[in-house]
């Protein structure tokens, strides 16, 4: 499993983003295992954030993820929050088994950036290879 954490333009980018993930997981594309989505509205004092996006709600569903610990850590969050401007969205992805050229192919057109990961330097600079010439440079 990694985390990634993107960013994006504006405030509901990162919210498109999950859609574009729920349809991928559907696709058996990538296997998203948490989703938290920041955003920093041009009015509000700091970032807020949603985590747990791709929950469908359920009791069973949210004790599943508490016993088996796969969620994202509060300190990749934290460190988000830190870079982030007003205006800005983020969104922080804990996946395993993506295809990347086809979550690439999916993203082709938006503009995003690799903020963070816990990849080896060398697979991020694969991962901004890929995502850098399918979304124009973020």
Do not use: C, N
Not at 8 to 37: C, M, N, P, S, Y
Not at 54 to 70: H, Q, R, V, Y
Not at 131 to 136: H, I, Q, R, V
């Amino acid at each position: 499993m990694s985390t990634t954490a993107w960013r994006f333009r504006g405030t509901e980018e990162a919210d498109d983003a999950v859609l574009r993930l729920k349809q991928l997981g559907g696709q058996e594309v990538i296997d998203v295992r948490d989703v938290a989505v920041l955003r920093w509205p041009m009015y509000a004092a700091a970032p807020q954030v949603q985590e747990h996006v791709t929950d469908e709600g359920s009791k069973a569903s949210s004790l599943a993820k508490k016993l088996s610990k796969a969620g994202i850590d509060g300190s990749m969050l934290e460190s988000v929050k830190r870079d982030m401007t007003p205006g800005s969205s983020a969104l922080v992805l804990l996946s395993a088994d993506a295809e990347i050229d086809a979550v690439a192919q999916a993203f082709e057109g938006h503009a995003m950036e690799l903020m963070r990961s816990d990849l080896s330097v060398k697979e991020e600079d694969q991962l901004r290879a890929v995502f850098g010439e399918s979304s124009g440079g973020g």
